[in-house]
């Protein structure tokens, strides 16, 4: 079974800068994370999907972070602009049962992102 | 929110040795406790998890137990080896329902001496 797809693997940036994450999840898994990890720290959730909508944002910067799945299977994470703390790795998880349910909620993580903002 | 404590941050053992790891947890309702392992530059594989309507689940060298009552679970691996080697996140987070986020700990470095 492909596993959940990630790209970039690396990037740097100038801070201020955009930037674009993308994440292809497993097929047929309805929801999907989106998690900064700060070196040396645990995965911090930023949004949580359920199909197409958004199901939690509240620990999403949301003055310079953003979030989508459209027709609920891509998603992209964009930064603008970024920061120096923005620096970490930006996993990206998936699950194949629905929240409502709390049934298959295992969560399959990408290799993430690494960015470092300069 | 959910705030979530994990002990060790580094725990050191011989090949062979066992290895427990603690968190704790804020809030009570809280009933589904999942732990990662995630080799440097890997991504987080679960491991084991463990839902509150048990206090004990084991799965071969690995196992989990839960204290509701104190809020606390912890990881223990016996007959460690060096491919045991990796940073051990616990999460918690209550389900179903989709609007409660998990909560990761800060994460347990093992390593395992040959």
């Known amino acids: 079974e492909a596993g959940v797809a990630q790209s970039p693997r690396y990037k740097i940036i100038e801070k201020r800068q955009s930037v674009a994450f993308w994440c292809n999840p497993i097929?047929?898994?309805?929801?999907l994370y989106w998690y900064q990890q700060i070196l040396g720290q645990g995965p911090k959730l930023l949004i949580q999907?359920?199909?197409?909508?958004?199901?939690?944002d509240s620990q999403l910067p949301k003055d310079r972070f953003s979030a989508e799945r459209l027709k609920g299977v891509d998603s992209t994470l964009k930064i603008q602009p970024a920061k120096l703390e923005d620096s970490a790795v930006y996993l990206c998880a998936s699950s194949l049962g629905s929240l409502l349910t709390g049934l298959n909620t295992e969560a399959f993580f990408g290799q993430g992102t690494r960015l470092t903002v300069v | 929110g959910e705030n979530v404590e994990q002990h060790p941050s580094t725990l050191s053992v011989q090949e062979g040795d066992s290895a427990v790891i603690k968190c704790t947890y804020s809030d009570s309702a809280s009933n589904y406790f999942p732990w990662y392992k995630q080799e440097l530059g890997k991504r987080p594989q679960l491991i084991i998890d463990?839902?509150?309507?048990?206090g004990e689940k084991k799965d071969q060298r690995i196992a989990v137990t839960l204290n509701k009552t104190a809020k606390h679970f912890s990881l223990h691996i016996t007959e460690t080896q060096p491919e045991d080697s990796a940073v051990y996140f616990c999460?918690?987070?209550?389900?179903?329902?989709?609007?409660?986020?998990?909560?990761f700990g800060r994460g347990t470095s093992l390593i395992v001496h040959p």
């Open positions: 999460a918690a987070r209550w389900l179903p329902g989709g609007s409660y986020i998990p909560t």
């Open positions: 999907f359920q199909n197409n909508g958004v199901v939690d």
């Open positions: 097929s047929g898994h309805a929801t």
């Open positions: 463990i839902r509150s309507n048990v």
